[in-house]
């Protein structure tokens, strides 16, 4: 069972800065991809940004531009760097680790823009 923390969450104005961090409670080596998904007011989840174990970095459309993943395998952890964040932004984000067979998750830090 591997365990996923978030936190770097908050309440900004719009065009601020937010950096998430997820931290792993064992070594982050092994997963395929680690990313970041949110779940807007009445919305679905979705992707946010992702990276892989080799370093790909991938992003939704909205956000290309203005966020930015990166891993620290040595502190077991991945930030999502957030720049010029906009109202629509405003979500629960959460810390995704996948591996071949199964999907851990974090519990999930509140990120509120306002405008």
């Known amino acids: 069972q591997v365990q996923l923390v978030e936190s770097g969450g908050g309440l900004v104005q719009a065009g601020g800065s937010l950096r998430l961090s997820c931290v792993a409670s064992r070594s982050i080596f092994s997963f395929n991809n680690m990313g970041w998904y949110r779940r807007g007011p009445g919305k679905q989840r979705e992707l946010v940004a992702g990276?892989?174990?080799?370093?790909?970095?991938n992003y939704a459309d909205s956000v290309k531009g203005r966020f930015t993943i990166s891993r620290d395998n040595a502190k077991n952890t991945v930030y999502l760097q957030m720049n010029s964040l906009k109202s629509e932004d405003t979500a629960v984000y959460y810390c995704?680790?996948?591996?071949?067979?199964?999907?851990?998750w974090g519990q999930g830090t509140q990120v509120t823009v306002s405008s």
């Open positions: 995704n680790a996948a591996e071949s067979y199964r999907d851990y």
């Open positions: 990276i892989t174990s080799s370093g790909r970095e």
